[in-house]
């Protein structure tokens, strides 16, 4: 089941008029094209889609990001005023999709709002067998992100033609820097594919499965962590048999959303010789995407070498 990022929200009658107030009154729509020199204003759920925005859009682009402190626990977020208003002009809005980031739809439906809203996991394209829901953490996923440059990139040239031809020159350099990642990525897998590893949640399963890693986790087990239940005693025994027996090369936790049963797992790891590598859902302070993701894989090779 996808985690879901719980929120307390307005009526939509104080939506809209949070949104007529944003717009001054005047009933413009937030699709209106921009006046000559206005930047675009865009809008994403969490800061890894909003650095990614900005990069692209450089200096002709507005980035509000809403879910940014790496000491919170993303599915937490609570919306205030300041989101509802960012929303209602925004020409742009980028949401994580497959039941991430489910406030933004909500909002966006209140202040009927008129942006390209681009779905990321709609963009993966991700599937799943029949009766399951796909991982939603798709910014784990390289080749998807190098598909939303593209995709923000003729998002912003629509919203603002006379420059489509830096969002585009942007975009590929960014896709570049991807591309080189791609190839850090390869040589852990040639290094070490086949080889085994736990998680405490699915949320860097997409790196790990391009690296050629083994995730011997329970479902069981990261299902439970990632919905914030109590994990089955039996799967409890098993993961932490991975990590006492020394059966996995590395644990890979989310280390923003800790709790008493990952740190038990954090311990047995550490005591039987295990390392971790700390993942988070959000950007840490100064990281951009590419910086974050570069320094997640290296500290992923050192720990399988």
Known sequence: MSSLLRIRVLGAGAVLGVAALALGGCGSSSGAEPERGDRVSVVASTNVYGDIARRIGGDRVDVTSFITDPAQDPHSFEAGTRSRLALAKARVVIQNGGG??????????????????????????????????????????????????????????????????????????????????????????AAHDGDRVAVTEPLPVYLLEAAGLRNETPDEFSEAVEEGGDVPPRAMRDTLALLTGRKVAALVSNAQTSGPQTER?????????????????????????????????????????
Request: aromatic share 6%.
């Open 265 to 305: 797992l954090e311990k047995a790891a550490k005591d039987g010789g295990v390392p971790v590598v700390p993942v988070t859902e959000t950007l840490p302070p100064g990281r951009n995407y590419v910086s974050w993701m570069d320094a997640t894989i290296t500290a992923l090779g050192k720990a399988l070498s």
């Open 100 to 189: 991430y980031d489910d406030f933004v739809g909500t909002l966006l439906k209140g202040a009927g709002s008129k942006a390209e809203v681009l779905d990321v996991v709609r963009i993966a394209g991700k599937t799943a067998p029949a009766g399951e829901e796909p991982n939603e953490h798709v910014w784990y996923d390289l080749p998807t992100v190098a598909r939303l440059a593209d995709r923000i990139s003729a998002a912003l040239a629509e919203a603002d033609a006379g420059n489509a031809g830096t969002f585009k020159a942007n975009a590929t350099a960014f896709k570049a820097e991807l591309f080189t990642l791609q190839g850090k990525v390869a040589a852990l897998r």
